[in-house]
């Protein structure tokens, strides 16, 4: 099911809900992306990201995406387009500096989704399906979209760009983009063999420049930060589908269930099953 | 646009007849609830400070619908460590926040990854 809404200042949204289509879009603006439920592919440029609902999706003007979904479970995703007038009042609004925007500010790449976004997005979405329609109180939601995209951003690439070693601006600057490439490569295969070289040539870094510099913005190693987000996705399925653990083990990319499990022990301080059990009062 | 009051400085004082009115029908809040009502905002978080605190689902529903019956807002939806909050002033002059408390708790999951 799809529900589209454009504004009378050319912003739009679109819902989407489904269990299996593929979909082309083309983008005239900035266009945030989010998945509320379910998992999707995601292709655009010459990329393609296996997409969750612990991330979101900011693509440039003039791109093209295609979204995939093939999922037993239903996919629920939301689509917002901010038009040019509208993001330049914003911009002005917080005095945002240009070089946060053209230049690999809102760039193409997959970000995690903060809770005041989800919280922000789900409103959104109880509004227009209720039927409002007065374009005065959507758009307050589409600016808060927004602002919290952009506190997200600055946490995760601003800041983080801070902590790089290099005396240059406009090196740490590069050196970021090379590893949030490399992030999302991450991130989109992280259920399979990930070698380090291979996110290393993403980067276009040597593998040691990589490790160091990964380790700088991150605070994690690139092995121990794929790791982390194979633990956080299982948690992530233990608490909201119902797979079996087994299932779970090989969807997130763990070989062998006895180290997932130590693993996850020793992160979350508790076993899988008994985190299932205490989250969704299921005993499996 | 439910909401619900959980504050005030002066919980046993009788609401004078103006703002009386001004919680009843524009806010749409019976003054009798004041007489039940907490005193202490501490306990909804650290940084929620007000005379009065309006609790709400959805602050920027609550704030459109409030600014649409001509109510001003010193302080527009801000990110507090609470949730979302809108600050204005009753007819006495009391700060109200209105406030859609968020549960921040599973945040710590996603910094950092994606």
């Not at chain 1, 259920?191 to 420049?209: G, K, M, P, Y």
């Not at chain 1, 969807?251 to 269930?257: A, L, N, Y």
């Amino acid at each position: 099911m799809i529900t589209l809404k454009t504004f009378r200042n050319r912003n739009l949204i679109r819902l989407d809900s489904s269990h299996d289509a593929v979909y082309t879009e083309e983008h005239t603006f900035y266009t945030l992306k989010i998945i509320l439920s379910g998992t999707a592919t995601c292709r655009f440029g010459k990329r393609k990201v296996q997409f969750y609902p612990d991330s979101c999706l900011m693509l440039s003007p003039g791109s093209k995406s295609e979204t995939s979904i093939n999922s037993d479970q239903g996919v629920e995703s939301v689509t917002i387009s901010f038009s040019g007038a509208f993001l330049e009042a914003f911009v002005k609004r917080f005095s945002i500096p240009p070089e946060h925007i053209g230049g690999g500010g809102f760039s193409e790449s997959l970000y995690p989704v903060s809770s005041d976004m989800r919280i922000t997005i789900l409103h959104l979405k109880k509004q227009l399906e209720r039927g409002t329609g007065n374009e005065e109180l959507l758009n307050e939601y589409l600016h808060h979209s927004l602002f919290n995209y952009y506190t997200v951003f600055r946490r995760e690439v601003l800041l983080r760009m801070e902590k790089l070693r290099f005396s240059k601006a406009t090196t740490r600057a590069e050196v970021m983009k090379r590893l949030n490439d490399a992030r999302e490569y991450i991130s989109s295969n992280y259920n399979r063999n990930v070698s380090l070289q291979d996110a290393a040539d993403i980067a276009c870094l040597s593998v040691n420049h990589f490790m160091r510099t990964f380790k700088d913005a991150y605070g994690f190693s690139p092995h121990q930060y794929l790791i982390q987000l194979r633990l956080k996705r299982a948690r992530y399925l233990l608490r909201n589908t119902r797979y079996a653990l087994n299932e779970i083990v090989s969807m997130v990319g763990f070989e062998c269930p006895s180290s997932f499990i130590r693993l996850f022990r020793n992160n979350f301080m508790v076993t899988p099953l008994k985190y299932r059990a205490a989250k969704t009062g299921v005993l499996i | 646009m439910p909401l619900s009051l959980k504050q005030t400085a002066q919980p046993q004082a009788p609401v004078q007849p103006e703002p009386a009115n001004f919680y009843e029908q524009t806010l749409g809040i019976h003054a009798r609830v004041f007489q039940g009502a907490a005193s202490d905002p501490g306990y909804l978080g650290k940084d929620v400070e007000a005379d009065v605190v309006l609790l709400t689902n959805d602050c920027l529903e609550a704030c459109f619908e409030l600014r649409s019956k001509g109510i001003s807002f010193s302080q527009s939806p801000s990110y507090i460590e609470a949730g979302l909050s809108a600050v204005f002033a009753d007819p006495l002059g009391r700060k109200c926040m209105l406030l859609e408390k968020r549960d921040y708790t599973e945040e710590e999951e996603f910094i950092g990854f994606a």
